[in-house]
Every structure is written in structure tokens, then in C-alpha cells.
């Protein structure tokens, strides 16, 4: 049998770090970063006798994204303890939610392999508490434990097994990282591992009813791993399959440098943490009138500024898709059309140079660094004529190189557009000198040939000679 002849199955639990200003159960700094062990106290330290308090304001922005969502919000819930061992959990267990979580009962909708939608549904989302973190020494051996994240809020997200490529899975984190950073509830930078996914798969013959075993692989923070480690992990369950074997329930390591994954352990059931309620924590009791306030307030979601793009300003469903899809990228179009006056020309560059520099570097949006301010300035001197489109493509590579003044940048750089008659008359006189068979295609009426000559005058000027002006010289001196 090949792998045409199996379905993979995708579960996908992803943790998002809560943009609180303090912890989950104490006041002590979220902020990245920082010296080990300084954004520390007895709570989150789990000195004896500390004792938690649970962080309001973790509570809205779960109900935040529950409602953004399509989630049910439980008015009655609870926080209890997950325990396990672990040497960046200092009590020993993880304030959690097992059976009684804030939200449950949600989704979101995704377009497929074939560009269809359909409805990825969110079994739970529930709050908890980030553990800490080990630094391991390559070379002295040992490793170092950092509390700093321990205590650190976080909402966990877990889909229904509904996914079935590795496509529909990046999907599907995309349009959920999209929708948190677009009710503010999460940063969601990925390079932080602030948004980060449990990826759970298993595959089974097409037409089964029933699961296969699943394995699952842990703490993934990119999509291109994510996509390459769905692809690896299936492709081998299908190989032990067919060679008569069988799959074991394990939680496995993805290494991103050989393209394989590797055995860490047997994968626990929920019977394996023995959860109880946290006796320590009260239980969570919302009112009708709480949930409908934050419901009334939600942000814009990408959904509706997707709607909004395509009917005010005009823009087509694919360009409103891209650009909605990332709040940082939809921010920059809109503040950058703002101040120069043109959105089409600020979608242009955004969908096509940038994006594609964005891949080339496996950077997110969010990463640009250059401000919306800079990059209507370029599209001003666009307009204005002082740079030709050619010579923008290099100011968009400098910008994300040496982001500055875009003015600054082609008065160094020597870039400015030549729009001088009689400079630009001297190069149309040598290309048309240089191409005779140009010139003769055009007289037998090929009018592409004009085209080539542009192109040619182009690369003589380095880019900097006005196009317009070029092609309506070449035009007039080839009709004389």
C-alpha cells in the first residue's frame, strides 16, 4: 500500500503566553528576557507556606479568546493540580484545568488543501501556568534552572482531531495566532515561544472509523517545523505499519537538523496526572453581565477587517486573506495608506517584496524593521518620480537591512531617478543604436519590441532612468 491509501489525523494543543503585566498567581514581571531567577518570589518559587492568588485579568483574556473563538464560556469553573515531576516545576505539579475548563465547545474556520473552508473544532481552552526553564551546558555537562517563566500565564487551546494535512494544520495555527493577536490577548512571537503547539498525530486507512495510535511531539514554535515534522512523523507510522509493526503511544522530540524525530517518553494519560482541585485556589464563578461586557468590547477581528478591505477600499479576496492574516502586517497597510494615500500601491509592496523577503529570511511579520512611516515614504517618492519601482526594490532590501530614512537611503546610495530629457534622450539614442533588429521588429509592427528597449535602458541606468519617460522616447524616436 503507498500513502495515498491512508488519512493522517491532526490534533493540535497550542500554548499561547498571556500579554499580562504579572504572573498568573503573584505579581512578579511577565517580561521576556532578564538575568535568571529575577522575576522570582516565594509563589512562584513554591517556597513553603506561599500561597496563590489567581490573576483577574488571566480569566478576561481567556474569555477573550474563548468568545473569538465560537467557544461556550462556563460561568462555573475551577483550577486544579496537574502533577508531575519535572526539574523547571518547582512544586512538583501545574496549576491547571482538567474538567471544568472556561471555554469549550468553539471553532474557527480555515480554507482546506483546496482552498474550500471548513470548521476546525476547539474541544477546550483553558488557563494555566508556564513552567521554567532549563539551560542545558553543551560542554560542561549539567544543566541550569531558570524560573523566570515559571508562573507565567498561559492559555492552552486544543483542537478537535479535525486536521488532516500538514497544510490544514499551518492553517489552522496561522488564522488562531491571527485572531489572539488581534484581541491582544497574546504577542504570539513565536521566536519567544509565546505561541507555540503539542502536535499529535496518527494516521489509519482511509475509510476507518476508528483512530490509530497517536504519538505526540512537543513545544514546536515554527510552522516550517511544524509542516516538516507532521510530514516525517506520518510518513513513518505509515512505513511501521506496513511492515507489520505497531505504534506506540509516546511523546517524541522533533530535531529540526536531521528531519526526524527521536523517543523521549511514553506518552500519559490524564489518569497518569492524578488531578484534583487546587485547595488553595477558590473556584471561578462569572456572571452573565461579566461575559457580555468583554463580548461587546472584543477588537476588530480579522474576519470583519478582511470584509471591511474588500468592501471600502476594493481589494480583492486573496490580497484582504494575506493581509488580514497577520495583525502586524494589516497595521502596517494601514497606517502606511494612511499617511501616503495610496493602499493599493501599500498592498502591492506589502504582498509582493516584503512577503517575499519575509520567507526568504523565516521571519514573521512582526519581525519587519522598518516602521509604516518609512515605508510610505518610499511609496511617496515612488509617486513623486524621484525613484523609479526598480530602485524601490533595492530600498525595501536596504530597509530591512539599515532601516531608516528611505531619503536617506538613495541620497547615499546615488539612487535617486534620472527624469532629465536630455540624459534620458542620450541613453534611447545608444540602445536603439545598439538593437537594430529591435528597431525593425517594432517597425513590422511587433510593438513588444519597445518592451526590450525599455528593459535594456534599464540596465544601462542601473535601474535609475524614469520608465515612463523612456517608453514614450522610444516611442517617438522610433516613429520618426
Same mark, same amino acid.
Given at each position: ?14 500554548? $499561547? ?12 514581571? !511577565? ?36 468568545? $473569538?473563538?465560537?467557544? @461556550? ?11 508531575? &515531576? ?11 484545568? /482538567? ?9 474557527? =474556520? ?5 482552498? =474550500? ?21 553543551? &560542554? ?46 497574546? *504577542?504570539?512571537?513565536?521566536? @519567544? ?15 476507518? %472509523? ?12 515554527? /510552522? ?9 512523523? $506520518? ?15 509516546? !511523546? ?23 488531578? &484534583? ?9 462569572? %456572571? ?37 492574516? %497577520? ?64 530602485? $524601490? ?11 531608516? *530614512? ?54 544601462? !541606468? ?19
Amino acid at each position: 500500500m503507498s500513502r495515498e491509501d491512508y488519512e493522517i489525523v491532526i490534533g493540535l494543543e497550542v500554548h $499561547a503566553e498571556l500579554s499580562t503585566k504579572t504572573k498568573i498567581f503573584c505579581s512578579c514581571p !511577565t517580561e521576556f528576557g532578564g538575568k535568571p531567577n529575577t522575576h522570582t518570589c516565594p509563589v512562584c518559587m513554591a517556597m513553603p507556606g506561599a500561597l496563590p492568588v489567581l490573576n483577574e485579568k488571566v480569566v478576561e483574556y481567556a474569555v477573550k479568546a474563548g468568545l $473569538a473563538t465560537n467557544c @461556550e464560556i462556563e460561568k462555573n469553573s475551577k483550577n486544579d493540580r496537574k502533577n508531575y &515531576f519535572y526539574p523547571d516545576l518547582p512544586k512538583s505539579y501545574q496549576i491547571s484545568q /482538567f474538567d471544568m475548563p472556561l471555554c469549550k465547545n468553539g471553532y474557527i =474556520e480555515i480554507e482546506d488543501e483546496n482552498g =474550500e473552508k471548513k470548521k476546525i473544532g476547539i474541544t477546550r481552552i483553558h488557563i494555566e501556568e508556564d513552567a521554567g526553564k532549563l539551560n542545558h551546558n553543551e &560542554f560542561g555537562g549539567g544543566s541550569l534552572v531558570d524560573l523566570n517563566r515559571a508562573g507565567v500565564p498561559l492559555i492552552e487551546t486544543v483542537s478537535e482531531p479535525d486536521i488532516r494535512s500538514s497544510k490544514e494544520a499551518e492553517n489552522y495555527l496561522r488564522k488562531l495566532k491571527s485572531i489572539y493577536e488581534y484581541i491582544e490577548v497574546s *504577542d504570539c512571537k513565536m521566536q @519567544e515561544g509565546s505561541f507555540r503547539a503539542d502536535v499529535n498525530v496518527s494516521v489509519r486507512k482511509k475509510g476507518a %472509523s476508528e483512530f490509530g495510535t497517536r504519538t505526540e511531539m512537543k513545544n514546536m514554535s515554527s /510552522f516550517r517545523s511544524i509542516v516538516r515534522a507532521i510530514e516525517y512523523e $506520518a510518513d513513518r507510522q505509515i512505513d511501521v505499519i506496513e511492515d507489520g509493526g505497531k505504534i506506540e503511544q509516546e !511523546t517524541l522530540r522533533w530535531d529540526d537538523v536531521s528531519g526526524r524525530t527521536f523517543s523521549m517518553r511514553d506518552k500519559e494519560d490524564a489518569q497518569d496526572y492524578r488531578y &484534583f482541585p487546587d485547595p488553595d485556589l477558590v473556584a471561578i464563578k462569572l %456572571s452573565e453581565e461579566y461575559i457580555e461586557n468583554i463580548k461587546n468590547n472584543l477588537p476588530e477581528l480579522p474576519e470583519s477587517r478582511k470584509v471591511r478591505y474588500m468592501s471600502e477600499l476594493g481589494l480583492s479576496e486573496k490580497d484582504s486573506n494575506l493581509l488580514t492574516a %497577520s495583525k502586524h502586517l494589516s497595521n502596517m497597510f494601514e497606517e502606511a495608506s494612511k499617511i501616503c494615500g495610496n493602499h493599493k500601491l501599500v498592498a502591492n509592496w506589502l504582498l509582493s517584496d516584503i512577503s517575499r523577503i519575509l520567507n526568504e529570511k523565516e521571519i514573521e511579520a512582526d519581525q519587519i524593521p522598518f516602521t509604516a512611516e518609512q515605508l510610505a515614504k518610499m511609496i511617496t517618492l515612488i509617486e513623486k518620480g524621484t525613484i523609479s519601482s526598480a530602485i $524601490a526594490k533595492k530600498v525595501v532590501e536596504e530597509l530591512f537591512e539599515n532601516p531608516k *530614512d528611505p531619503e536617506e537611503i538613495i541620497k547615499e546610495k546615488g539612487w535617486i531617478q534620472i527624469s532629465d530629457e536630455g540624459a534620458i534622450k542620450e541613453v534611447v539614442q545608444k540602445i536603439i543604436e545598439a538593437n537594430p533588429q529591435s528597431v525593425a521588429d517594432f517597425k513590422a509592427g511587433k510593438d513588444k519590441a519597445v518592451g526590450f528597449l525599455v528593459g535594456q535602458a534599464m540596465k544601462e !541606468t542601473k535601474g535609475k532612468a524614469n520608465p515612463q519617460m523612456l517608453n514614450k522616447m522610444f516611442i517617438e524616436e522610433l516613429k520618426k
